[in-house]
């Protein structure tokens, strides 16, 4: 039973380089999403996806792309990571109207 | 956009005390759920609301649903030292977004 998987689990990033964060469920979910959390502010969306192929911008989606190409699989992208950026990042997965799943999180740090 | 907000952003109890935290949206939610996350960990699912007015119950934990569908709370009686942790609600709108609200940290001491 894995749930939801992300990878890596922590990653240490130079300003301007970039990386993919991987979101991995095995629930057959159609909905994935991605969050951001920082002290004092909660866990605030990235981006959505309501289905393979399909994604929306969520509350914060400037410097990130997604992509879902495949049903199991919700990849964040940073194309030139910011120090704004470090933060700790977290994957859900649900099915319509139901409990979200959460990875462990991803501690993602921009130097 | 939709906004959620949540008060206290801290809560400091002694054990045995009682502690609400609320939840309020800027527009009309389908639903509400509730999350905890103990420190270092993910949130984790307790409960969702539906229906307008609805009221829930978890042992010590009372859940509810405003009348509007705009606003929430949670309630937990004589706290325990393993209630410490952030309490989430999350919302979902029209579109399907889940939305989290700010968060109450709670403190319990022994």
């Known amino acids: 039973n894995a749930g939801v998987t992300q990878t890596p689990k922590f990653r240490v990033l130079k300003t301007g380089q970039s990386m993919t964060l991987l979101c991995a469920q095995d629930m057959n979910h159609e909905y994935m999403y991605w969050y951001r959390q920082d002290p004092g502010m909660g866990l605030r969306l990235i981006h959505y996806?309501?289905?393979?192929?399909?994604?929306a911008k969520g509350e914060v989606p400037d410097g990130y792309n997604v992509s879902r190409l495949k049903k199991q699989n919700f990849l964040l992208g940073l194309e030139s990571a910011a120090p704004s950026q470090t933060s700790v990042y977290f994957c859900a997965s649900t099915r319509r109207n139901t409990e979200a799943f959460f990875g462990q999180g991803t501690r993602l740090t921009v130097v | 956009g939709q906004q959620v907000m949540q008060i206290p952003q801290y809560q400091h109890v002694q054990e045995g005390e009682d502690f609400t935290t609320y939840c309020n949206s800027s527009t009309t939610l389908s639903n509400i759920q509730w999350y905890k996350q103990r420190p270092g960990g993910h949130p984790v699912f307790l409960i969702q609301l539906v229906k307008s007015g609805e009221v829930k119950k978890q042992k010590r934990l009372t859940f509810q649903f405003g009348e509007a569908k705009k606003n929430s709370s949670l309630h937990i009686t004589a706290t325990q030292t393993t209630d410490v942790g952030t309490y989430f609600c999350a919302g979902r709108g029209a579109t399907n977004k889940l939305i989290f609200g700010t968060g109450t940290l709670l403190a319990v001491q022994p």
């Open positions: 996806s309501v289905g393979e192929g399909t994604t």
